[in-house]
């Protein structure tokens, strides 16, 4: 059964695909192997594709556009506004204004007349929420977007915004080891009848056993300021990693396999959105759909993986200041 986007909004894939890494974020990217990446995913049935305006400063979501707008009555786009890059990093931009020019932007980017899914990314503390929703929920009247979504909310904004118009869904991370969400966040979704949808669902590729303490990040990787990948954060972490491992190995399967598939028992109104830019990594993500998870490996994935979460936070001092308002 697939999960739809709100009681009444269409149906998706039980897994999407986050294409923020096929632009850069975590080191240099192939254009070419991430636009073969989408389509072996639209082959695969994998049908929400989420990006993001300020990825690559537009440019993935030009790479989605000539990539996908000859499959657009198949796909359900979902991407995001409301932030601007800085030198400092990224700032809220949540005034009227600045989301209908970015509307008109994405829409341009994307090859299309409407977006399914249009998160505001960020809360900006210099405009009311009311005015930043509203403007959204003018956009969904115009037909120019399908549904408003939030990312990094706490549980008091999303039931204000949803006070202004319906939320159709909420991305945050989550994934076995930052649960955050479980606390208050999920319970009020599923009063809404809203969904999540899990970005980061690998733990930024720890948890496929990738990194190791010796690797070290490409430029503009995004993990390279993050507490959590570093230092004796990141030798904490690993060793939760090693543990995964262990309990995937008994199930002839990878540890991302395994944190996928957990993940996908948390309920059919959870959305993991791996992102991958190559191929075999997509593969990979996908087999999770086939892997059975008994009440015997849960048990020992919640031995293995403290439900306190993993050691660090996940975003720098910056990053921090922006997320659960």
Same mark, same amino acid.
């Given at each position: 059964?697939?999960?739809?986007?709100?009681?009444?909004?269409?149906?998706?894939?039980?897994?999407?695909?986050?294409?923020?890494?096929?632009?850069?974020?975590?080191?240099?990217?192939?254009?070419?192997?991430?636009?073969?990446?989408?389509?072996?995913?639209?082959?695969?049935?994998?049908?929400?594709?989420?990006?993001?305006?300020? #990825?690559?400063?537009?440019?993935?979501?030009?790479?989605?556009?000539?990539?996908?707008?000859?499959?657009?009555?198949?796909?359900?786009?979902?991407? &995001? *506004?409301?932030?601007?890059? *800085?030198?400092?990093?990224?700032?809220?931009?949540?005034?009227?204004? #600045?989301?209908?020019?970015?509307?008109?932007?994405?829409?341009?980017?994307?090859?299309?007349?409407?977006?399914?899914?249009?998160?505001?990314?960020?809360?900006?503390?210099?405009?009311? $929420?009311?005015?930043?929703?509203?403007? $959204?929920?003018?956009?969904?009247?115009?037909? &120019?977007?399908?549904?408003?979504?939030?990312?990094?909310?706490?549980?008091?904004?999303?039931?204000?915004?949803?006070?202004?118009?319906?939320?159709?869904?909420?991305?945050?991370?989550?994934?076995?080891?930052?649960?955050?969400?479980?606390?208050?966040?999920?319970?009020?979704?599923?009063? $809404?009848?809203?969904?999540?949808?899990?970005?980061?669902? $690998?733990?930024?590729?720890?948890?496929?056993?990738?990194?190791?303490?010796?690797?070290?990040?490409?430029?503009? !990787?995004?993990?390279?300021?993050?507490?959590? #990948?570093?230092?004796? !954060?990141?030798?904490?972490?690993?060793?939760?990693?090693?543990?995964?491992?262990?309990?995937?190995?008994?199930?002839?399967?990878?540890?991302?396999?395994?944190?996928?598939?957990?993940?996908? *028992?948390?309920?059919? !109104?959870?959305?993991?959105?791996?992102?991958?830019?190559?191929?075999?990594?997509?593969?990979?993500?996908?087999?999770?759909?086939?892997?059975?998870?008994?009440?015997?490996?849960?048990?020992?994935?919640?031995?293995?993986?403290?439900? *306190?979460?993993?050691?660090?936070?996940?975003?720098?001092?910056?990053?921090?200041?922006?997320?659960?308002?």
């Amino acid at each position: 059964m697939h999960p739809t986007l709100g009681p009444d909004g269409p149906a998706v894939s039980r897994l999407g695909l986050g294409c923020m890494s096929m632009t850069g974020t975590y080191g240099p990217a192939d254009p070419h192997e991430a636009a073969a990446t989408l389509l072996e995913a639209l082959d695969s049935g994998v049908t929400m594709f989420d990006t993001g305006d300020f #990825y690559g400063d537009g440019a993935n979501e030009e790479l989605l556009g000539r990539t996908l707008a000859p499959h657009r009555d198949h796909v359900v786009l979902a991407t &995001k *506004t409301g932030v601007r890059r *800085t030198a400092e990093g990224l700032v809220p931009a949540g005034s009227p204004e #600045y989301l209908r020019r970015a509307c008109e932007a994405s829409l341009r980017r994307l090859r299309t007349d409407h977006i399914d899914v249009y998160y505001l990314a960020r809360i900006d503390p210099a405009v009311p $929420l009311e005015e930043s929703v509203g403007a $959204l929920a003018e956009l969904v009247a115009q037909g &120019k977007v399908g549904r408003i979504g939030l990312s990094e909310v706490s549980a008091a904004t999303l039931r204000r915004a949803h006070a202004i118009h319906p939320i159709s869904a909420v991305q945050t991370e989550y994934s076995l080891w930052e649960r955050h969400v479980e606390e208050d966040v999920m319970p009020t979704l599923r009063g $809404l009848g809203a969904v999540l949808v899990a970005y980061s669902p $690998l733990g930024r590729g720890l948890l496929t056993g990738a990194v190791r303490a010796t690797t070290r990040y490409g430029h503009g !990787d995004f993990r390279a300021t993050a507490p959590r #990948y570093n230092g004796d !954060d990141l030798q904490a972490n690993l060793a939760i990693v090693d543990a995964l491992t262990e309990i995937a190995a008994t199930k002839h399967a990878t540890p991302a396999q395994i944190a996928l598939a957990w993940l996908l *028992t948390r309920g059919s !109104d959870v959305i993991p959105i791996p992102g991958s830019s190559r191929r075999p990594h997509l593969r990979d993500n996908l087999a999770a759909l086939d892997l059975h998870l008994t009440a015997a490996d849960l048990s020992d994935i919640d031995g293995a993986v403290p439900t *306190t979460g993993a050691h660090g936070a996940r975003y720098g001092d910056h990053g921090i200041g922006l997320i659960d308002r």
